[in-house]
């Protein structure tokens, strides 16, 4: 089965703090790539013409133009934030039965709207561990 990619959470210059800021979800195998990905990406796209909307009237329509500039090689694996372990790596066959376990309730839980596990669940997914942890030692 081929590996899936994580998903990684960028957050880039504060909005809150100055004018600007941005965030962007890149799917890669590791941080590195994630921001060599990113980077890629912001060369590529590192203009930005911000167009005015036709609803906007009065003293706000007399901005003509606003373009923004991206840096996008200034992007760093410290503006990660946040990393969403991929599926695939649930069923990584260097864990044991009691670590799938916690992999897959926890996803089970990313993915849960409620995020609590409905009864039986819980007793199900240690059998289907077991099972699986079986299957890899034959």
Request: net charge negative; with cysteine; aromatic share 6%.
């Amino acid at each position: 089965m081929p590996k899936e990619d994580n998903s990684y959470h960028f957050i880039c210059g504060d909005s809150s703090r100055g004018p600007i800021g941005f965030c962007a979800h890149v799917k890669a195998p590791n941080k590195s790539a994630a921001v060599e990905r990113l980077q890629e990406f912001l060369a590529a796209n590192s203009v930005v013409d911000l167009k005015k909307s036709s609803s906007v009237k009065g003293d706000r329509a007399a901005v003509e133009y606003c373009t923004v500039y991206i840096e996008g090689t200034r992007v760093v694996e410290s503006d990660i934030n946040e990393v969403e372990e991929a599926p695939a790596l649930l069923l990584n066959p260097d864990c044991d039965p009691e670590q799938l376990y916690y992999r897959v309730l926890a996803f089970l839980n990313a993915i849960s709207e409620v995020n609590t596990i409905p009864a039986g669940v819980d007793d199900a997914l240690g059998e289907l561990c077991r099972r699986i942890a079986d299957e890899r030692e034959e």
